[in-house]
């Protein structure tokens, strides 16, 4: 009796905090999206414009809407939102606007509602009822993929550890940022699919039913659609099913598996190569293998010449600089892994991966961005990692140890979206490392200036 009444007190706390977390979570982002009047920018409007231009157009289409957005549009507020040439096309996948469509259509009813009872409101796509219900749909999907997270390490390493270790990355990694600020861009939506796919591959017995197989290779594509990064984490289910005991008969068994999940992420997948045919004329065509020679390289990938430091400690958007709690989660990986857990070498072997490409990127440093946005898809390994080291504090002492480097590493990341917001830090162009250190004791007054001087 006495057990599972502090079991029901420490669930309580757990959801009481997790509660808090969304709250904050989403009055960040209605705060600034009142700020600014508007939800999707940046390139977020590369996946907003599409879907916008299939309901209202029926095309793929898109210099009506950035038209649009390079105009001051003051029926809406907010001004300019592009300054670059009109695109005819949108060089983003088409997953995000498919996935997010739902709260799209909610929007619409809702700005029909809103002119049908006398409110000055245009019904077209392009108003913020859209973008707030858009955005709103990103942010349910960001937190579900968390508490994904959250189920799978409290599976391995309990309650207090698991919900430590997503508090932490949650708010002390660049998704919070994904998640508040840029909503309309696709690392929240990412993260979910991805979260969902190594929860699926690691925590549930999937390689002896087909319906699972097909379940699994749907979100597999469904990811790639959203980011065609993730398409490297198919590795998972490969090592899963590599690292496992098999005889002659098994090892057909998991051939066949394996073809039945890579058949269903093709078949996915398969959607983008439509959109390419319908905008290029072929399905070899994508923007994205074709930026870097445009910008006077070679190539858009150098796989020869990674440049695996600068991604991880330089100041232009390295990742365990801008966010060093990553450094001790992947820390706490890599431990594991030593001592030979096979789950945990499969999520690291996902996430070097991840590096390499980033890396061989000729953009390595992620464009005008908050710290290192390409990992948004690798949450779940993080906390995987994190809260291994957590479930090792069994003191009270070492408890509060986790808890105040947890606590320190949170204001870190939220000074420094303060700083990038403020103008203290530029968003393109690398930082050093002293002046994001001597910042943190400025950007509170910094940031209220640059509020009231709007």
């Given at each position: ?204 017995s999937w390689e002896n ?86 910008t006077g390289l070679g ?121 990038l917001k403020s103008g ?31």
């Open positions: 009796m006495e057990i599972s009444k502090i079991n029901n007190n420490q669930e309580f706390w757990i959801k009481l905090i997790f509660f808090i977390a969304a709250l904050i979570t989403l009055l960040v982002f209605i705060g600034h999206f009142s700020l600014v009047r508007f939800g999707v920018f940046s390139d977020g409007l590369g996946y907003y414009a599409p879907l916008r231009s299939l309901f209202f157009d029926g095309n793929l289409n898109v210099s009506d809407e950035y038209t649009f957005y390079s105009q001051s549009a003051s029926h809406f507020g907010g001004g300019i939102r592009w300054t670059y040439p009109i695109p005819q096309y949108s060089k983003y996948t088409i997953g995000m606007g498919l996935i997010l469509s739902p709260f799209f259509i909610i929007g619409h009813f809702i700005a029909v509602l809103l002119k049908t009872i006398g409110l000055n409101i245009l019904t077209n796509g392009l108003t913020w009822p859209y973008e707030l219900l858009y955005c709103l749909g990103s942010i349910f999907f960001g937190l579900a993929g968390l508490f994904i997270c959250y189920k799978g390490a409290r599976l391995r390493y309990g309650p207090w550890a698991a919900s430590l270790a997503v508090i932490g990355i949650w708010f002390a990694s660049p998704l919070t940022y994904y998640l508040s600020i840029e909503s309309s861009m696709s690392h929240a939506l990412s993260q979910f699919l991805i979260s969902l796919f190594l929860y699926l591959c690691l925590f549930t039913r087909i319906s699972k197989q097909i379940y699994l290779g749907i979100v597999l594509g469904l990811a790639a659609l959203v980011r065609p990064q993730n398409i490297l984490f198919s590795v998972v289910p490969f090592l899963f099913l590599l690292f496992q005991k098999q005889s002659k008969d098994t090892a057909v068994k998991r051939i066949r598996s394996l073809f039945i999940v890579g058949i269903a992420t093709l078949i996915v997948i398969s959607i983008q190569t439509i959109v390419y045919q319908i905008q290029y004329g072929t399905v070899l065509t994508s923007p994205y293998l074709g930026e870097g020679k445009a190539s858009s990938f150098d796989w020869l010449h990674p440049k695996i430091f600068s991604v991880l400690f330089s100041g232009f958007h390295g990742l365990f600089i801008w966010h060093p709690l990553l450094l001790i989660a992947v820390a706490g990986l890599l431990f594991c892994s030593l001592k030979f857990s096979k789950k945990d070498i499969i999520l690291l072997i996902a996430f070097i991966l991840q590096v390499y490409l980033t890396a061989s990127w000729y953009c390595w440093y992620q464009g005008t961005c908050f710290g290192g946005r390409m990992f948004c898809n690798c949450v779940f390994i993080f906390v995987m990692g994190l809260a291994f080291l957590w479930s090792k504090c069994n003191t009270r002492l070492m408890k509060s140890i986790a808890i105040t480097i947890t606590a320190f590493f949170i204001l870190w990341n939220f000074s420094l979206m303060l700083q203290m830090i530029p968003a393109d162009k690398p930082v050093a490392f002293s002046m994001i250190a001597v910042n943190h004791f400025k950007v509170i007054p910094a940031f209220a200036r640059h509020i009231f001087n709007r």
